[in-house]
């Protein structure tokens, strides 16, 4: 989609309601913030047309931390659960006479950072997320893949490789919240580093502080972070390989950390069957704007 004229954009997550008009050149009006009804529809309805009454005359787009089956336009999201089995395009719409359009989060990630970020002039991008977990989404050929269930892109969600050169030990198949267990998404975000960490050396830290660590050579934590690099480049790099993407734009959280951005850049593309390429992975440069941004040009 091309963006002519102005659109409200709201990003939703399981705390708060962020939305602010977004103009043609991509540039945000004055942003509003909401805390997020979760467990109550009528209450998250009344405070979307709320915020749709503040802003009269332009559609809505929102960026949602869940999915929306594009088939059905049935809503799923772990932190919202009040719109789980909800067609909630279908509902605003009606509720606030104007056209909705609703889209993952890690879609509208991908979709900004495709067209005025980090993978700008890139037509094949795959758009991740290092966050408290792992996300993905893909854009190729310059438009947005959804695929069926809108799951395309989800590359955290699949076994991790057991074995891998150099490691002293199998890692555990860790219990994933999809319901399966062994999924990168256990062991990529911070929370993932963290239990890495915990079991590679038995020491509970956060992730901020094992990075730290990292930085300064302490052993333990310089297993662990052998150990995340080895498991989490194998996966992007198998992603890589299937998509033929050229770029690969971080957000969430580890994002923030460039020396692992450029560790994990540097050991992707020893493993993909591309040689002598330029540098993959590149932190966000969007940063908390990406889904706002991202949900205009769904």
């Known amino acids: 989609m091309t963006l002519t004229s102005p659109l409200l954009c709201a990003d939703i997550g399981g705390s708060f309601i962020d939305c602010a008009q977004v103009y043609p050149d991509g540039t945000l009006g004055p942003r509003d913030r909401t805390p997020t009804p979760t467990d109550d529809l009528d209450a998250f309805l009344t405070a979307m047309a709320d915020i749709a009454a503040r802003h009269p005359g332009v559609d809505l787009h929102i960026a ?5 089956d594009p088939a059905t336009g049935i809503c799923t999201a772990a932190n919202i659960p009040c719109v789980n089995g909800v067609g909630l395009a279908g509902r605003l719409s009606a509720l606030t006479g104007r056209r909705v359009r ?48 809108g799951l395309t892109g989800e590359w955290g969600h699949g076994p991790i490789i057991p074995h891998i050169v150099g490691a002293e030990k199998t890692t555990p198949c860790f219990p994933c919240g999809c319901g399966q267990r062994g999924c ?91 040689t002598n390429t330029p540098p993959l992975l590149s932190a966000s440069r969007l940063g908390g704007d990406a889904g706002l941004i991202g949900a205009a040009f769904l």
Request: aromatic share 4%; net charge neutral; hydrophobic share 45%.
């Open 102 to 149: 609703i889209g993952n989060d890690a879609d509208c990630f991908a979709l900004a950072e495709s067209r005025l970020g980090a993978a700008q002039g890139h037509e094949n991008v795959l758009g991740i997320i290092l966050g408290t977990g792992v996300g993905g989404a893909l854009v190729l050929g310059g438009r947005l893949v959804t695929g069926a269930g």
């Open 184 to 274: 990168i998404d256990t062991i990529g975000g911070a929370r993932g580093l963290e239990r890495l960490h915990h079991w590679s050396c038995g020491r509970a830290l956060d992730s901020r502080a094992i990075l730290a660590a990292w930085r300064n050579g302490q052993p333990d934590a310089c297993r662990t972070l052998d150990y995340y690099i080895g498991y989490v480049s194998s996966a992007l790099a198998l992603a890589v390989n299937l998509t033929g993407t050229t770029a690969v734009p971080v957000g969430g959280g580890l994002s923030n950390a460039p020396d692992l951005i450029a560790a994990l850049d540097r050991a992707v593309r020893t493993r993909i069957l591309r």
């Open 64 to 68: 949602l931390a869940g999915l929306q």
